[in-house]
């Protein structure tokens, strides 16, 4: 049944008990207005037999006076018997009171015409007297009767009333709890599905849902999280390209910086064995075999040497500048430090800064992690470090420690450092507040590796005391299960 048609049976419900209890109100107040209407024409019929009486005992008081009036007395029962006759009202046993009423007439005239004392005058209207005081208890038992037949309506309607009445609000109540329900049990599940959807988790989907509109309305909910989903996931893939795009980016702009200082490092072997080489060829055309193969044997030796130095340079700027695998292994973190610091002492420009790596030895630092990113991430950090630098006074630590299951790397320099507005945004994309000298860099490296870390399951800190009193970056990480 749809909501619609149940507010509508609830509304028509509503109407008919409020219809029944208006139509039990009317009728006991019809009934109590008849009863009341019956009970005035009775008083009015007590009040002129009142007067009639009153005339009569009047009449009857004047008759038994030593010197009867009789023409008093008779006016009083002439006026009764007409009050009577002229009477509106329907009185019982009129007709016999009014015989009564002439009878006496009849027997009081011959007195009043001869002026004779009749006898017994005043017991002539005795019976009359006696008509009225039987048709007044009458009218006396008919109010009564009509009290008690309006107290008992009035009971009646009382009591119809107040069950109609019980009966509407128990109604009302039980009415309203069960539409209240049929309302608030569906939007209670619209409301957790909606909050679930809010959290990212688009596979989320509403449940059959009664009456028919709340079904409607989940199918669409239904739909739009389906096309949530589908864009979300879509969305999601553009974001993994384009984050692997700008990882990618990054290494190679690390790549190309490291470039320029390997070529400079690369510069002094080649030139020894370029040296070597040529003083071989002159040995071996200006001097003796032995003495020439003795001498060739030597520079050989320093050639293999140096070109061997050149062959590990190069790999080790082709390691860092090789695709990350998505596939994470256990690696130490300790040996991706070491490795880093190996790379950066290369550097010409960088050969009079102290680099140093704390650690206790006997502490394991394993992490599950892609170790392209990994030695991205420590050389972003150690470059950076090290352009902050001023002077040969400068130096940048490299702390690693152990809390349980978490590693921390702290990357540490006595350099620049930081103010609070460029700590608030340091992660942010494209942002850019070069510490050190030489041209501003693309705002992308700690942004990529804030990324990097936390798609580790870590977290990257940024700390500084201040301008000129160097900055703190820390990689909490989570140890490898041994």
Known sequence: ?????????????????????????????????????????????LRQLYEVGSQIRTAQTLLSLEQPDRHRAMRQIQEATTKLSLSQHHIRHREELRASLLEAQHQLWPAIVDNQSAANASTLLDKPLRQISNVVADIHQRIRDKEDAAARRRHTTLMLMSLISGLTVAGVIIVGFLHYRSVATPLRKLQTSVRILAEGKFSERVPPLTPAEFTSLASDFNRMATELDTLYRQL???????????????????????????????????????????????????????????????????ISEEAFRCKQIVEKLLSLARPGDDNRKIISL?????????????????????????????????????????????????????????????????????????????????????????????????????????????????????????????????????????????????????
């Open 1 to 45: 049944m749809t909501l619609r048609r149940k507010m509508a049976l609830q509304i028509g419900a509503m109407v008919c008990a409020i219809g029944l209890l208006a139509g039990a109100s009317i009728w006991g107040l019809l009934g109590l207005q008849r009863d009341l209407g019956s009970a005035l024409t009775s008083y009015d019929e």
């Open 236 to 302: 999601e893939e553009k974001v993994a390209a384009k984050s692997k795009e700008l990882v990618r980016s990054e290494r190679l702009a690390s790549v190309g910086y490291l470039a320029a200082g390997v070529a400079h490092e690369i510069n002094n072997p080649m030139g020894i064995i370029a040296g070597y080489a040529e003083l071989s060829l002159q040995a071996m055309k200006q001097k003796s075999p032995p003495e020439a193969v003795a001498e060739a044997e030597k520079s050989m030796k320093v």
């Open 334 to 482: 300790k040996d991706v430090a070491a490795n880093v610091i190996n790379l950066v002492t290369g550097l010409g420009e960088y050969k009079g800064r102290k680099i140093t790596l704390n650690t206790a030895d006997h502490d394991l630092f394993n992490i599950l992690a892609s170790e392209g990113e990994m030695k991205q991430v420590l050389l972003n950090l150690t470059l950076n470090a090290l352009q902050s630098l001023n002077g040969s006074a400068g130096k940048v630590s490299i702390d690693l420690q152990r809390d349980n299951n978490t590693i921390q790397l702290s990357v540490a320099d006595n350099g620049r450092g930081m103010t609070p507005d460029v700590l608030d945004r340091i992660f942010e994309p494209f942002f850019t507040a070069k510490r050190g000298a030489g041209p501003p860099g693309t705002g992308l490296g700690l942004s990529i590796s804030h990324m990097i870390i936390q798609n580790h399951g870590g977290r990257i800190t940024a700390t500084s005391p201040g301008p000129n009193k160097g900055s703190t970056f820390t990689l909490h990480l989570p140890a490898a299960s041994s």
